[in-house]
T-cell receptor, first 113, second 114 residues
Framework: DAKTTQPNSMESNEEEPVHLPCNHSTISGTDYIHWYRQLPSQGPEYVIH???SNVNNRMASLAIAEDRKSSTLILHRATLRDAAVYYCILRVFSNNAGNMLTFGGGTRLMVKP | NAGVTQTPKFQVLKTGQSMTLQCAQDMNHNSMYWYRQDPGMGLRLIYYSASEGTTDKGEVPNGYNVSRLNKREFSLRLESAAPSQTSVYFCASSTYRGLGTEAFFGQGTRLTVV
């Protein structure tokens, strides 16, 4: 299975942009890059996903390197509510298992007021 | 929309007791998953059901059994609970093929085995 590598933790100031990096050097051509976050005492929630092109939604932006071996989740203005563990995941498909989400350790984002 | 509903939310068991964690989704998803999350760790896949009528082992299946009761419901059973099974359990659902679709997670069941 393709793996991702993320920093264990990052810190940001409130109202400032945050760039969360992810390396996935063994990504294959059909793997989608997904980001989920987990707020304290909550289940994971979807943030954004992409395949090749950069993506924007109401929560964040996803910048994907041209060779697809890395990506960056961008929170444009961090709020205290954005303090969470952010997981970068490669979503793969197999006939046996369907869509799979394999979690790594994630990045714990701390936001300072 | 309820999404993914897990019951119970909290449970304390004695070593050797059995219990079933329930999960139901109302999004007509084919695939359902059970994960466990130990303190300070990421989620690890216990069992999954890619489609109704099929189940398969994930990364950490020992000590667990599952039943895909119908398309909506996927239960996880601990036959003889052990302290090592103290964890937070999450159920998730998603489409079968749509790699570009999101998965939905329940709020978790916090299980303590004493």
């Amino acid at each position: 299975d393709a793996k991702t590598t993320q920093p264990n933790s990052m810190e940001s100031n409130e109202e400032e942009p945050v760039h969360l990096p992810c390396n996935h050097s063994t990504i294959s051509g059909t793997d989608y890059i997904h980001w989920y976050r987990q707020l304290p005492s909550q289940g994971p929630e979807y943030v954004i996903h992409g395949l090749t092109s950069n993506v924007n939604n109401r929560m964040a932006s996803l910048a994907i390197a041209e060779d697809r071996k890395s990506s960056t989740l961008i929170l444009h203005r961090a709020t205290l509510r954005d303090a969470a563990v952010y997981y970068c995941i490669l979503r793969v498909f197999s006939n046996n298992a369907g869509n799979m989400l394999t979690f790594g350790g994630g990045t714990r984002l701390m936001v300072k007021p | 929309n309820a999404g993914v509903t897990q019951t119970p939310k909290f449970q304390v068991l004695k070593t050797g007791q059995s219990m079933t964690l329930q999960c139901a989704q109302d999004m007509n998803h084919n695939s359902m998953y059970w994960y466990r999350q130990d303190p300070g760790m990421g989620l690890r896949l216990i069992y999954y059901s890619a489609s109704e009528g099929t189940t398969d082992k994930g990364e950490v299946p020992n000590g667990y059994n599952v039943s895909r009761l119908n398309k909506r419901e996927f239960s996880l059973r601990l036959e003889s609970a052990a302290p090592s099974q103290t964890s937070v359990y999450f159920c998730a659902s998603s489409t079968y093929r749509g790699l570009g679709t999101e998965a939905f997670f329940g709020q978790g069941t916090r299980l303590t085995v004493v």
